[in-house]
């Protein structure tokens, strides 16, 4: 059964820096699509970045700039590093894998496998 922990969560200032982490096991497939989404209480779950099993990536165009997705395949990591964020950042980030073209458009309904989440807190 596979697994997804994600890890790296703090509260930082804004115009902080974080890099969090999701280390993947027990998946087998080749063709896959990674992501990372968030969630405030009372707002749906929105996809942040994904990478796919041929290192494509793909953004919400609101953090583009600022959001880099990656994925280090012999570790089995995926990582989000996030620079100059913003109060509006604060959310808890989930790690996601799905279909492989899943990637494109971030629906969660393409992830079957969710990790537990890791809080981001952006304040003064």
């Known amino acids: 059964q596979g697994q997804l922990v994600e890890s790296g969560g703090d509260s930082v200032q804004p115009g902080g820096s974080l890099r969090l982490s999701c280390a993947a096991s027990?998946?087998?497939?080749?063709?896959?699509?990674l992501a990372w989404f968030r969630q405030v209480p009372g707002k749906e779950r929105e996809g942040v970045a994904a990478?796919?099993?041929?290192?494509?990536?793909h953004y919400a165009d609101s953090m583009k700039d600022r959001f880099t997705v990656s994925k280090d395949n012999a570790k089995n990591i995926l990582y989000l590093q996030m620079n100059s964020l913003k109060p509006t950042d604060t959310a808890m980030y989930y790690c996601?894998?799905?279909?492989?073209?899943?990637?494109?458009?971030?629906?969660?309904?393409?992830?079957?496998?969710w990790g537990q989440g890791t809080q981001v807190t952006v304040s003064s």
């Open positions: 027990g998946y087998a497939d080749s063709n896959y699509c």
């Open positions: 990478i796919d099993s041929r290192g494509t990536t």
């Open positions: 996601a894998r799905g279909v492989w073209f899943g990637c494109v458009q971030m629906r969660r309904g393409f992830f079957d496998y």
